[in-house]
């Protein structure tokens, strides 16, 4: 929201007034307390990171259980590779001093929230990474849902199914009730989508988060608010604390004209990688290493730019089969690319016939189903269940743009290579042929038994590989965390067959 709104700002064609009117929107939310003691303020034209908070309600509103329920970093450098965000564990094991000099520790950095609110939570985060905070926000909640119904819902790729109903003699915690699968989310479904985290990890709703950002981001832009480019500021500004020093045009135009320039990189996760410990208080921690700090600093502050084409694809690609221009003349039938290794040296599993049985399950389709030969577990499909927690596989339409509906489907698969919960790969077909999670493919393609395929790394690693017909599109979903290789992702969507053909 952020990104878009400072963009907006930056492209406003009715210069200082215009700004000073968004200055006043953010000012209807608040100032952060004590924030002008932990932040450093950027020159113009410098990177700028800014420390993201959700939270149930505003620290120092009264309850004495105020927490962070999240804490993301966000690196804004028009030289760099990308836009990187990190995401911070709720349950990472920190010491720290408040600001009254008291010692606090061993505990979880979600606490500092409690104890002092955003200024100590900085002021911890920046002295754990070594990296300096130039502005801080605090979104509540109920802003979250107000703005992503106000820029009109967003697409989501949804991995898996997401469902939990109080009863009596169940746990009692937040209900959902989502399907897997490429979908329109509105605000209360897209709050519930990012806030869980049962049956999962905290890494993995971090990443989880993440990725929806990224749909945010590739959705929209400044151009959808030029009009009324107060629509969004309105709306979050009275939701949203943020530091003073947002709160003057001079700064608001720098951070604007930063985020403007850097409006065409990726956004890029960096994942923290800590393990789980009990501490001698009982409570569940994850401790991160100093190497594994000192990595996480070094990723954050340095993104790895995607990998470009490999010069021999792209030379088969100049000269073609028939060996026109330059390229090298490409013997008949021989791969458009290098041989690669086999799907079987990189751990997958020929499931074949279990493939076919589970497109079987979703009945009579309107276009072909595909299914991919090749699979990292052997029982990784999820089981069928047409019960009230069904959804695999699953068959639905959706709503593309255009507000037409189309037809699509779904298979979901536990990677189970983690002793992490919560990581699946996703198998998905849809006759919506347009997609905007298929923008902006990156210059990379790979032909692969005579399936072109378009490829979406996020850095190095690549978490979408997708194959475009006439009628329909399909793509393999790298898990939230990436677990699978780029390998075992072009083998597996390699492998892809035509049910009936099979």
């Known amino acids: 929201m952020i990104v878009i709104v400072l963009t907006a700002a930056a492209t406003a064609t009715a210069g200082l007034l215009n700004v000073q009117k968004f200055v006043d929107d953010l000012k209807a939310g608040g100032t952060i307390r004590d924030a002008e003691d932990v932040i450093t303020?950027?020159?113009?034209?410098?990177?700028?990171?800014?420390?993201?908070?959700?939270?149930?309600?505003?620290?120092g509103a009264g309850r004495d259980d105020s927490r962070s329920d999240t804490m993301m970093l966000m690196r804004i450098d028009p030289d760099a590779a990308a836009t990187t965000v990190l995401s911070i564990p709720r349950d990472l094991k920190v010491t720290y001093t408040d600001r009254g000099g008291r010692v606090h520790g061993p505990a979880k950095i979600n606490e500092t929230y409690t104890i002092g609110g955003e200024a100590l939570t900085a002021s911890v985060i920046s002295g754990l990474l070594g990296i300096r905070i130039n502005h801080i926000a605090n979104v509540n909640f109920t802003g979250f849902r107000e703005v992503i119904d106000q820029i009109g819902c967003v697409y989501v790729d949804v991995d898996r199914r997401y469902y939990h109903v109080n009863t009596p003699g169940t746990e009692q915690w937040a209900e959902i009730n989502l399907m897997p699968g490429y979908q329109l989310m509105c605000g209360q479904r897209a709050l519930d989508y990012v806030r869980f985290r049962h049956f999962d990890s905290d890494f993995?709703?971090?990443?989880?988060?993440?990725?929806?950002?990224?749909?945010?981001?590739?959705?929209?832009?400044?151009?959808?608010?030029?009009?009324?480019?107060?629509?969004?500021?309105?709306?979050?500004?009275?939701?949203?604390?943020?530091?003073?020093?947002?709160?003057?045009?001079?700064?608001?135009?720098?951070?604007a004209q930063l985020v403007a320039f850097?409006?065409?990189?990726?956004?890029?996760?960096i994942a923290m990688r800590p393990y789980d410990e009990v501490g001698s208080d009982g409570a569940q921690y994850v401790v991160a290493t100093d190497d594994e700090l000192r990595r996480v600093r070094r990723a954050f502050l340095h993104p790895d730019p995607a990998p470009a084409a490999p010069r021999r694809a792209a030379a088969a690609r100049r000269g073609g089969a028939r060996g026109r221009g330059r390229g090298r003349r490409r013997r008949a039938g021989a791969p458009a690319v290098p041989a690669g290794p086999t799907p079987e040296s990189l751990?997958?599993?020929?499931?074949?016939?279990?493939?076919?049985?589970?497109a079987l399950q979703l009945g009579p389709m309107r276009f072909p189903v595909y299914y991919p030969r090749y699979l990292p577990n052997p029982t990784g499909y999820m089981t069928p269940n047409a019960g009230a927690e069904g959804g695999y596989p699953l068959k639905y339409r959706t709503k593309a743009q255009d507000g037409r509906m189309k037809q699509a489907y779904r298979f979901v698969v536990d990677v189970g290579r983690s002793n992490r919960a919560g990581n699946y790969m996703g198998v998905q077909g849809m006759t919506w042929t347009?997609?905007?999670?298929?923008?902006?493919?990156?210059?990379?393609?790979?032909?692969?038994?005579?399936?072109?395929?378009?490829?979406?790394?996020?850095?190095?690693?690549?978490?979408?590989?997708a194959w475009r017909q006439p009628r329909a599109v399909y793509w393999i979903s790298n898990t939230l965390e990436k677990q699978l290789s780029n390998d075992q992702m072009l083998a597996i969507a390699g492998s892809l067959t035509r049910l009936g053909r099979g």
């Open 434 to 465: 347009d997609p905007p999670i298929l923008t902006r493919p990156s210059a990379d393609h790979r032909t692969i038994n005579g399936k072109k395929l378009d490829l979406y790394y996020d850095g190095k690693q690549l978490r979408l590989v």
């Open 41 to 59: 303020r950027a020159d113009a034209g410098d990177p700028q990171t800014l420390l993201l908070i959700g939270s149930d309600h505003r620290y």
């Open 262 to 269: 850097s409006a065409s990189k990726p956004i890029q996760q």
């Open 347 to 358: 751990g997958l599993v020929d499931m074949t016939q279990t493939g076919k049985e589970y």
């Open 204 to 255: 993995v709703r971090g990443a989880r988060q993440q990725d929806f950002l990224r749909q945010v981001r590739s959705q929209y832009d400044a151009a959808e608010f030029i009009q009324n480019p107060h629509e969004i500021t309105r709306v979050i500004g009275r939701r949203m604390q943020t530091d003073a020093d947002l709160h003057s045009v001079d700064a608001l135009l720098k951070l």
